[in-house]
């Protein structure tokens, strides 16, 4: 059974700082990992996929890798900001169909100006 | 702006009632899931329809059945609902399978009291 593991649950940061989120998982045998945000009360906003061939993506600001065999992802967010302030979910997908995303908890960011 | 649409925002229902919470996906997008996230948890995979069949299902009882109709909305239904029912509800809807990113709605707020 997949298992993720998202460590620290929360995290404080002045402004401008980088955010370094962690993300593991037990089986390795995944099709994609996606990072998610999630503001309070609402609903998930996709920030980045994986497929499980790549070891990398970025957009803007954010960039997300991919360890598939020692079961770890890591999201950086460069020069924090306020409005980064929110809690960011990974997930995992278990194969080509993606009859499901496996989540892991969460980490609760905030970013103090 | 993900254009997964659902309703209510918010309900309130007593132990042993049932209720329906309804979905809105993007047009092309055939395939929709049903996630339940617990305060302060992840979301848990409930089921997944794809073109109006269940093709995926999560560790719930049969009391949560759901119907995916062929104009991209969906519906969950959750019969004799319990307190632990209690729980933020969120669909996503993606394009085809697994390798593309799924775009949740903002959630329905079920309180069982």
């Known amino acids: 059974k997949q298992e993720v593991t998202q460590i620290p649950a929360a995290l404080s940061v002045p402004e401008g700082e980088n955010l370094v989120l962690n993300c593991s998982f037990t089986?390795?045998?995944?099709?994609?990992l996606q990072w998610f945000r999630q503001d309070p009360g609402k609903g998930l906003t996709s920030l980045l996929l994986i497929q499980s061939s790549q070891r990398e993506q970025t957009s803007g600001r954010l960039n997300a890798s991919l360890d598939k065999s020692s079961g770890r992802s890591t999201l950086y967010i460069a020069a924090s900001q306020p409005g980064d302030s929110a809690t960011y979910l990974c997930?995992?997908?278990?194969?080509?169909?993606?009859?499901?995303?496996?989540f892991g908890g969460g980490t609760r960011v905030l970013v103090k100006p | 702006e993900t254009g997964v649409t659902q309703s209510p925002t918010h309900l309130i229902k007593t132990r042993g009632q049932q209720v329906t919470l309804r979905c809105s996906s993007q047009?092309?997008?055939?395939?929709v899931s049903w996630y339940q996230q617990a305060l302060g948890q992840g979301p848990q995979f409930i089921f997944q329809y794809y073109r109006e069949e269940e093709n995926g299902r999560g560790n719930f009882p049969p009391r949560f059945s759901g119907l995916q109709f062929p104009n991209y909305s969906s519906e969950l239904n959750v019969n004799a609902l319990e307190l632990d029912d209690s729980a933020l509800y969120l669909c996503a809807s993606r394009v085809g399978g697994g390798a593309y990113t799924q775009y949740f709605g903002p959630g329905t707020r079920l309180t069982v009291l």
């Open positions: 997930a995992v997908s278990a194969g080509a169909a993606g009859n499901k995303l496996t």
């Open positions: 047009s092309g997008h055939n395939t």
């Open positions: 089986d390795s045998a995944i099709y994609n």
